[in-house]
């Protein structure tokens, strides 16, 4: 099994483990067995808390009825490892990516194939909506972005949460190949509400890629409550999957590369972009 890591820069938790779950024997045996062979994703969601053993364990959950559904990668939100109740507890439960890794490989043996960091910070005051985070108290932002991993179901681009309001990053990753997004997330209930589905969707119609994107649902603490919503979008902008607002889960679904081809053969987005226009000056 291999481990694809989105991770929180400086508080280096597993903000987003993707595993490929099965062997190659496995899946040629599924592939036989079952009438189509699209392989099949698993997006899912979780109430992480400050209990790194009862997050781990909800993962691993999450990772053995993924199994059962016959995914082949899953998805897992931001905070997986956990969610801290004040700047001061994320910063105490804060372990190295060798001993974070070390405790997911107690269920989910691997090798880490690649780390992205996020890179855009959530400082945000929204006091009418009772929204008030400042993520740079507890987080260094990444240095770079990185080029999109290979995967069972595709080439996959990995943002994290907040990264998905910037379509220059979306973008650039398109261009580097991705075929898949991911923002594995831990949304808020205020702009989830007014948000979230509508910049996934948004993100996907434009890079005509499918986005797949793991959440954090539910109250981690007394002072915090997640979105939810886990998501999976087609490259057409159509949602195929839904976690729904309230309780931990998983959708699984199909990833038709040849769908991804025929939208950008029939709608050819991306060389149609001006970018002479953009990158210039205006006067
Ligand atoms: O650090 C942790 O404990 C887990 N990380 C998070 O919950 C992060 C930083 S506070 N949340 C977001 O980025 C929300 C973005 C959002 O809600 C929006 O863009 O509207």
Redo the contacts with the bound molecule.
């Keep these: 099994m291999r481990l694809f890591a989105a991770l ?1 820069p400086s ?1 280096p ?1 597993l ?1 987003a483990a993707l595993c490929a779950l099965r062997s190659r024997a496995e899946r040629a045996h599924t592939r036989m067995s079952s009438s189509s062979s699209l392989p099949v994703a698993a997006v899912c969601q979780m109430t ?1 808390t400050p209990d790194k053993e009862a997050n781990f364990s909800a993962g691993s959950r999450l990772v053995e009825q993924a199994k059962e559904g016959g995914a082949c990668m899953v998805f897992l939100p ?2 997986l490892d ?3 109740s004040s700047r001061d507890e ?1 910063l105490h439960l804060s372990e190295s990516l060798e001993v974070t890794l070390s405790a997911a490989t107690l269920t989910w043996p691997g090798e880490l194939v690649s780390v992205y960091r ?1 890179a ?3 400082d ?1 005051e929204l006091t009418s909506k009772g ?1 008030s ?3 740079s108290a ?2 260094i932002p990444g240095p770079r972005l990185v080029p999109p991993v290979q995967t069972p179901i595709g080439k996959v681009g990995l943002g ?6 910037f379509p220059e990053l979306s973008s650039a990753l398109q261009r580097h190949g991705a075929e898949i997004l991911t923002y594995p ?4 209930v ?3 509400t ?3 589905e509508v ?1 996934l969707r948004a993100r996907a119609i434009e890079t005509q890629c499918f986005v797949l994107a793991a959440a ?1 649902v539910g109250a ?1 603490h007394a002072k ?1 409550t ?2 939810g919503h886990a998501l999976a979008v087609d490259p057409w902008g159509e949602v195929i999957g839904d976690c729904g607002g309230s309780d931990a889960g998983l959708t699984l679904v199909q990833i038709d590369l040849q769908r991804l081809r025929d939208v950008r053969r029939d709608m050819p987005v991306q060389r149609h972009r001006r970018d002479d226009r953009f990158y210039c000056s205006l006067d």
């Design positions: 929180i508080r938790s903000a992480a931001e905070g956990y969610i801290g994320t996020k855009h910070l959530f945000v929204v985070l400042k993520e507890f987080t994290v949460c907040y990264d998905l309001r997330s831990a949304f808020t205020a702009t989830g007014a948000h979230w910049l954090q981690h915090r997640s979105f």
